[in-house]
């Protein structure tokens, strides 16, 4: 799988393993089909978004996160945080 500029190494490495385990027969191809609307907005606007992502508006039901989707949005907590822990 191809690492997006919206990952780090060790994110992409653990999306991998998470993806084998959790995702079963439905297997993500692109990390960015599990990127939600506000995670890619945010990554865009630093410059570290080279992907398409799939929580747009009308491209999937508005059902809850899938689990791939809710661990995209853990990490962009997740750095959200560091950033204001580093500001
Ligand atoms: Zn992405």
């Known amino acids: 799988m191809k690492r ?3 990952m780090s190494d ?3 490495a653990a999306y991998v393993r998470a993806n084998h ?3 079963g027969s ?3 191809k692109d990390p960015c089909a599990d990127c939600l609307q506000a995670f890619s907005i ?3 606007e630093a410059g570290l978004c080279d992907g398409r992502p799939g929580g747009m508006p009308g491209r ?3 059902s809850s996160p ?3 989707q809710q661990w ?8 959200q945080r560091h950033r204001e822990v580093a500001a």
């Open 42 to 44: 945010e990554m865009r």
């Open 10 to 12: 060790e994110e992409h």
């Open 66 to 68: 899938t689990l791939m």
């Open 72 to 79: 995209r949005e853990a990490s962009r907590r997740y750095r």
């Open 21 to 23: 385990i959790v995702a």
């Open 26 to 28: 439905h297997k993500v």
């Open 60 to 62: 999937r039901p508005a």
């Open 4 to 6: 997006r500029l919206c």
